[in-house]
């Protein structure tokens, strides 16, 4: 079977069988069980758009997890179907950032692709966070300053509680004029990436953000 789940896909699934689980463990009435596990395969199966038949008989088996062991198994037969982030080299992230001279490549060896949504890093040293991601078929490479904060704030990309910092870039503007436009994003972007359950957030500030130019 060929990779079908994008990775945020899977943390999707990931949280609703997170949601079962915890009902199993607190909720005694068969009847509500019940409603929930079908309500779980519903969800589960509603992120995508068409399946093949051999896709849907591996998401109805989310129904069947009762415990925590049951998902660890569940989740790792679903992992072998995910779609990997695309392989870059470093000359293409180079191509990405024209104007940085002394681009500062991200190690990638030891990540596994199919956890992440795009690629993010930082140089502390110059106080700048770094994006690629990868959009229908065109890669986008998205650079800001970046002011670390001390306390925890809502993601932009992924939505969730965590350590956050202000990622800032000058957009251009009708005529000559470039505004100032910042949004606060994770400052660790594996966590970010993990946290990430739907592309949505994602694709909408790399659209509101591609025109940023230093």
Not at 5 to 23: G, V
Not at 30 to 51: D, H, I, Q, R
Not at 67 to 89: G, K
Not at 94 to 104: A, E, G, H, S
Request: charged letters at 25%; a neutral charge; glycine letters at 4%.
């Amino acid at each position: 079977m060929e990779p079908f789940i994008r990775s945020d896909q899977f943390n999707y699934i990931k949280e609703q069988i997170n949601h079962l689980i915890n009902a199993h463990t607190t909720v005694n009435d068969s009847g509500v069980l019940e409603a929930m596990s079908s309500l779980t395969e519903e969800k589960v199966k509603n992120v995508f758009p068409k399946l093949h038949d051999h896709q849907a008989a591996l998401l109805n088996k989310s129904k069947e997890i009762v415990d925590q062991a049951d998902a660890v198994f569940f989740l790792s037969q679903l992992r072998a179907h995910v779609i990997p982030f695309p392989q870059v080299s470093e000359d293409k992230l180079k191509n990405l950032f024209p104007k940085v001279k002394k681009l500062k490549i991200p190690v990638l060896e030891g990540i596994d692709l199919r956890d992440i949504s795009y690629i993010g890093w930082n140089d502390y040293g110059a106080k700048r966070k770094y994006l690629v991601t990868f959009i229908e078929g065109d890669w986008h490479g998205l650079e800001g300053s970046f002011s670390s904060s001390y306390q925890e704030n809502i993601c932009t990309i992924c939505n969730s509680h965590e350590k956050v910092g202000l990622f800032s870039a000058k957009i251009k503007s009708s005529g000559d004029h470039l505004l100032k436009r910042g949004n606060y994003i994770c400052q660790d972007s594996m966590v970010c990436n993990q946290n990430i359950s739907s592309l949505h957030n994602l694709h909408q500030f790399v659209h509101r953000m591609k025109e940023a130019s230093f």
